[in-house]
């Protein structure tokens, strides 16, 4: 199986940037979209951002202007730059890639805890 490894997380003030990386290894298969997933305390699990294997982007509308993600097909490493935090950002943000395999190619990374806060 993959492993994810993430990285970049951390305590920032409102209007501060962050950024997050996760490289993936571990697999000699190919890999389709990657990207951020996050879950604020007490909400559900949700799209930050995810990026196809040609690069396509897609934002959640929350995050649209303010976050950019990209990838390194050589390094299998997907980056989330974040920039004017919000407090509403907070959450513990997941690392998500799809790999071109059978059976499980879905793959999640622990999470890296953000915190934007004064």
């Known amino acids: 199986q993959v492993q994810l490894v993430e990285s970049g997380g951390g305590l920032v003030q409102p209007g501060g940037s962050l950024r997050l990386s996760c490289a993936a290894s571990?697999?000699?298969?190919?890999?389709?979209?990657m990207g951020w997933y996050r879950q604020a305390p007490g909400k559900q699990r949700e799209l930050a951002a995810t990026?196809?294997?040609?690069?396509?982007?897609n934002y959640a509308d929350s995050v649209k202007g303010r976050f950019t993600i990209s990838r390194d097909n050589a390094k299998n490493t997907v980056y989330l730059q974040m920039n004017s935090l919000k407090p509403e950002d907070t959450a513990v943000y997941y690392c998500?890639?799809?790999?071109?395999?059978?059976?499980?190619?879905?793959?999640w990374g622990r999470g890296t805890q953000v915190t934007v806060s004064s």
């Open positions: 571990g697999s000699s298969f190919g890999i389709n979209a």
């Open positions: 990026i196809s294997s040609g690069g396509s982007p």
């Open positions: 998500y890639v799809n790999l071109i395999q059978l059976g499980v190619s879905d793959y």
